[in-house]
C-alpha cells in the first residue's frame, strides 16, 4: 500500500488564537540554547507574518529589537520590505541574541542557525549553519500536541495567525499587505477572505440565513 504523504497538499488556512500561538511557545521547556532559540523564532514567526524561509535567511543586522522591526531582504517576488514586531517576541528575541553572542557566533551567520556540538555524528549541522524550512515543519506539530492545540500546526500557519489579529484589529488592507510583503493589496483582499471566511457569511445573511440564532 502506497504511504500517504501530504506533500504538495494545501489546506483550507486554520489560524490560532494568540491562547494557542503563545501556548506553543510555552511548550518549549527548558532554559539552554535551543529552546530560547526556538521561542524567539517562533515568537518572531507569529507577531510578523513573515514567511519561514524569510526567517530563516535573516542576518543578525536585519533586526532591530529596540525599535521592533525586521528586515526582510530578496523577499518573495525578491523584494525588500521592513516588517515590524511588538513587544510580544521582544523579550524572547533579546533572550536569543545574549544567548547567541555567548556561543561564539558572528554577524555573518544566519540569525537563527544551527547550534549543535557535533556530538551526535555526520548528520548533525554544523553551528552557525542554516536551518532547513523541515526542522520547523516537524518542531511545530510536536510542541501543538504537547500543548494540547487540535488544529494543524506549521510555519505557516503562524503567518495566518498574526494576519488574521491584523484583520480583527481593522488595520486597513495596505498595511496588512505591508506587513505580509503581499505583492498587491488584491493578494490582501483575498487572504483576508478565506481567514475570515467573512465574504461567505455576509452572503449567507444576504439570502436570508438567521446566524445568530438559537
Not at 486597513?172 to 498587491?184: C, E, M, T, Y
Request: overall charge positive; some cysteine.
Amino acid at each position: 500500500m502506497a504511504a500517504t504523504t501530504n506533500k504538495g497538499r494545501k489546506f483550507p488556512p486554520e489560524p490560532l488564537t494568540p491562547d494557542e500561538a503563545q501556548a506553543l511557545i510555552d511548550a518549549i521547556k527548558g532554559d539552554g540554547p535551543l529552546a530560547t532559540r526556538n521561542r524567539a523564532l517562533i515568537a518572531l514567526l507569529w507577531r510578523s507574518g513573515l514567511r519561514v524561509s524569510e526567517a530563516l535567511a535573516l542576518k543578525p543586522a536585519d533586526l532591530d529589537v529596540n525599535k521592533g522591526t525586521v528586515r526582510v531582504l530578496q523577499g518573495k517576488g525578491k523584494k525588500d520590505r521592513v516588517s515590524a514586531f511588538d513587544g510580544r517576541a521582544q523579550g524572547y528575541l533579546r533572550a536569543w541574541l545574549i544567548v547567541r553572542a555567548g556561543l561564539g557566533l558572528n554577524g555573518r551567520q544566519p540569525l537563527f542557525c544551527a547550534i549543535a556540538d557535533g556530538a551526535k555524528g555526520a548528520g548533525a549541522r554544523k553551528p552557525g549553519t542554516a536551518l532547513h524550512p523541515s526542522y520547523l515543519r516537524q518542531l511545530l506539530p510536536k510542541l501543538g500536541e504537547k500543548a494540547g492545540i487540535d488544529k494543524r500546526v506549521h510555519p505557516h500557519g503562524l503567518r495566518h495567525t498574526h494576519a488574521k489579529e491584523l484583520i480583527e484589529r481593522k488595520a486597513a488592507l495596505n498595511i496588512i499587505s505591508g506587513q505580509l510583503g503581499h505583492a498587491s493589496v488584491a493578494t490582501t483582499n483575498a487572504y483576508a477572505q478565506k481567514l475570515t471566511g467573512e465574504d461567505v457569511i455576509a452572503g449567507m445573511r444576504a439570502v436570508g440565513f438567521d446566524l445568530d440564532g438559537a
